[in-house]
């Protein structure tokens, strides 16, 4: 009987085996010079934007463009042959969008921080304007009483839309009744209502009739119409990928059609609901018109819903960047930047909300 | 069970096979009467008539694409859900017909309970969650939740598996854990006939020994159908038997039905018997 051996150095690597991906790939000649290839004429191409005056749409097609094609196909020539080639256009054109993009949000963040950051500080938050002129200086006044007033409008909206426009979806998707197609049509037509109507028919039905004073409730109404049909016709996506297994388990089980809907259907989609109140509180929150004309605005923080005028964000900003006084116009800026971080603390909220799976 | 035990199961011979012992034919419980089913234009199923003794395990076989999971889809008004989907004829549980207008189906599915055939957990309940859900859902009141969970996952042959994470997301389970899963949610709203719709196709050999185990043992308190492809099943765990068969285009139809010693020992159709060993289908 023969005992197999192992060398000490084998029988170390068989006992120590190290977790690996193989899968991932290993960069290599053809991708990196591919990636020089998108980089390079990006570069060059952001270079010229910063030292000179040529406008960007002129920059993009007439540079950026031809300068790409050539680079990639180079690129692509010098690793693979001609062969490559079509590889190469497909990547330079995946490269390439997700690089635009990235550019375009971060050259409007980027401009944000450059004008706007000198006035963004602790008390640029917290205060008020009363007293504030357009000239006072930076080291006096805030926006809060512009982020309450954008918060509570925004809260006001969703109180409304959020619960109208998941009885929509629930009503095309579950119910099914004989209405929905005209139900579906009214929502469609709904989302193509500019935002100044929507102001306006609030300012007429509910300001002008002296039912409500322009307030944060009128602006939550207005937004509300603006909200309703981007939440409902997410939601109706949502609901629909919920698989049909699990409304006939729940029937099976003796559950009637409104159970199945709260307890089952709608928790499933809860991911999705959440995104679909993301997307209307995103499609709103930097409306301006609407409150202009149903909201109003106002120096001072208001918190009482239906008393008075109300400042927002997106007023303020129409308010102040037009001034001839450079703080004014920091101020704006400052706020859109105050604005955009809002939004993207939302997001990661509700995303936090949405991540826990199970829930009772 | 020993190895042995399980092997003597798996290797039933099906000609001269000793089957259960058939339940004295009691009162009838459920009972379709000339049954035809139709998918808009389709008829996919004709003049079904099929008794079901109370307290006995009834198995539909049949080749796939018959109208098994249709009939039995009949039989707790889940078919009505699909848009397009007629029925004639009609279905008695306890002497009344189920589809009068009269009758809510909400009362009717809760006290015919079904497993389907593809595991269907809701992902947004934990394993506990799954197995009261239908407590929850139908507005069931029954008292000491934590023995429900214990007793219903123990006759689904999971309770091992899953007692130290009951809070745990019901989608983490694998496939055949999750189908157990759902047996033991069917369980827990005590139905007094559970449709089981090949309720064992992803199962492994031993827990579908273990489900077939609390059939024959949940069998003597309720009324059990069950659809299945695996003909040692229908067997081991039926009383009666019915083959279903759908020739050449035309609607699917019960070609045969008995006790289940009658059907695969002694069966009077050819097409049965070709059936059964596996000639066709
Ligand atoms: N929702 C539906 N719409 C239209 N036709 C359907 C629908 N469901 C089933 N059918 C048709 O009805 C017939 C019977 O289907 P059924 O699912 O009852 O077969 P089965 O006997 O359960 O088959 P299997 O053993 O493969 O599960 C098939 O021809 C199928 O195409
Ligand atoms: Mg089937």
Redesign the pocket.
């Known amino acids: 009987m023969s005992t197999i051996t192992f060398d000490p150095e084998t029988l170390e690597s068989l006992q120590q085996q190290k977790s690996t991906r193989p899968w991932r790939k290993k960069p290599n000649r053809f991708t990196a010079s591919v990636t020089l290839a998108v980089v390079i004429p990006a570069l060059i191409v952001s270079a010229l934007y910063l030292t000179s005056d040529i406008p960007v749409p002129i920059l993009l097609v007439v540079i950026y463009l031809p300068l790409q094609l050539i680079a990639s196909g180079i690129a692509a020539w010098a690793t693979k042959g001609t062969r490559g080639i079509a590889d190469s256009v497909i990547i330079v054109n995946a490269i390439g969008a997700s690089l635009f993009s990235v550019i375009v949000l971060v050259s409007i963040i980027g401009s944000l921080i450059v004008r706007g950051l000198r006035a963004v500080s602790p008390h640029f938050l917290f205060q008020n304007s009363v007293y504030i002129s357009p000239s006072t200086p930076l080291d006096y006044g805030g926006i809060g009483h512009s982020l309450v007033g954008t918060l509570l409008i925004v809260f006001i909206a969703s109180l409304i839309s959020v619960p109208i426009g998941i009885a929509t979806a629930v009503y095309i998707t579950e119910v099914r009744g004989r209405a929905v197609p005209y139900v579906r049509f009214f929502v469609q037509a709904m989302s193509g209502v500019p935002s100044v109507v929507a102001g306006l028919f609030i300012l007429t039905i509910v300001v002008a009739t002296g039912a409500f004073n322009q307030s944060a409730f009128a602006g939550g109404l207005a937004y509300a119409i603006l909200m309703l049909p981007t939440v409902a016709r997410t939601a109706e996506e949502v609901l629909k990928l919920v698989p049909d297994d699990l409304r006939t388990g729940a029937l099976a089980l003796g559950s009637t059609r409104a159970r199945t809907v709260l307890r089952v259907v709608i928790p499933a989609a809860r991911t999705g609901i959440i995104t679909a109140i993301i997307l209307g509180v995103a499609r709103v929150i930097g409306e301006t018109a609407p409150l202009l004309l149903a909201a109003g605005n106002n120096d001072q923080t208001v918190v009482n819903p239906f008393g008075s005028p109300i400042s927002s964000v997106p007023t303020y900003i129409f308010n102040n960047v037009a001034l001839p006084y450079p703080d004014a116009v920091a101020r704006a800026w400052g706020s859109a930047l105050v604005l955009i971080i809002l939004v993207a603390i939302l997001f990661t909220l509700a995303r936090i909300i949405g991540r826990g799976r199970v829930g009772r | 069970m020993s190895t042995a035990e399980f092997e003597d199961v798996m290797d039933l011979d099906i000609e001269g096979v000793e089957a259960s012992t058939a339940h004295p034919a009691g009162p009838t419980e459920m009972e379709s009467r000339d049954v035809s089913v139709w998918?808009?234009q389709?008829k996919?199923l004709e003049g079904v008539n099929i008794a079901f003794p109370k307290n006995t395990v009834t198995a539909l076989i049949?080749?796939?694409?018959?109208?098994?999971?249709?009939?039995i889809r009949t039989l707790n008004r889940l078919h009505e859900l699909?848009p397009?989907?007629a029925l004639a004829g009609s279905v008695l549980y306890e002497g009344k017909d189920i589809y009068d207008a009269a009758v809510d189906p909400v009362h009717i599915r809760l006290q015919i309970g079904m497993v389907f055939?593809k595991p269907n957990p809701f992902p947004s309940m934990t394993i506990r969650g799954n197995v009261l859900s239908g407590l929850k859902l139908s507005g069931m009141k029954r008292a000491n939740h934590d023995d429900i969970v214990e007793e219903t996952l123990t006759a689904a042959g999971l309770w091992n598996e899953v007692k130290d994470r009951l809070g745990n997301a019901a989608g983490d389970l694998s496939g055949g854990q999750q189908q157990r899963l759902v047996i033991a949610r069917a369980l827990a709203v005590q139905p007094h006939v559970l449709l089981m719709?090949?309720p064992c196709s992803a199962l492994d050999p031993a827990s579908t020994l273990k489900i077939e185990e609390t059939i024959r043992e949940l069998s003597k308190e309720v009324t059990i159908i069950i659809?299945t492809?695996n003909m040692q099943q229908a067997v081991r765990v039926s009383d009666y038997t019915a083959f279903?068969l759908?020739e050449e285009g035309t609607p699917?139809h019960v070609v045969e039905q008995g006790a289940t010693t009658e059907i695969f020992g002694n069966p009077q159709e050819q097409r049965t018997l070709d059936y059964v060993n596996g000639r066709f289908g």
């Open positions: 998918f808009g389709r996919v049949g080749p796939s694409g018959c109208g098994k999971s249709t009939f699909i397009g989907a055939q719709d090949e659809v492809h279903f759908s699917g």
